[in-house]
């Protein structure tokens, strides 16, 4: 839908740009990091927001250290989860 934005799938995106570089034993192409992050946002609570506002109090909402933890946690189970099991030969 047009003019709806998921701000969890900003949030899963920083953690895999942040994280990522860190592990260079992992794939980290299109498709395995595509596959990371929805593996993350299908396990994530989804934040819809419409409007500039909207996006704005939800990134505040999400700078909590909890917020941060949780999607780091689960970014973090999806890179090993995908990494182990990636969908395209080595």
């Known amino acids: 839908m047009?003019?709806?934005k998921n701000m969890m799938e900003d949030a899963v995106e920083y953690q895999l740009r942040k994280i990522l570089p860190t592990m260079p034993n992992v794939c980290s192409c299109e498709k395995c990091r595509l596959d990371m992050a929805a593996y993350a946002l299908n396990r994530l609570s989804p934040q819809y927001v419409r409007t500039d506002a909207g996006a704005l109090y939800q990134k505040l909402n999400n700078s909590s250290q909890q917020a941060e933890v949780e999607v780091l946690t689960t970014v973090v189970?999806?890179?090993?989860?995908?990494?182990?099991?990636?969908?395209?030969?080595?």
Do not use: F, M, Q, R
Request: zero cysteines.
């Open 2 to 4: 047009e003019g709806l």
């Open 77 to 90: 189970a999806a890179v090993e989860t995908i990494s182990s099991h990636p969908k395209h030969d080595s």
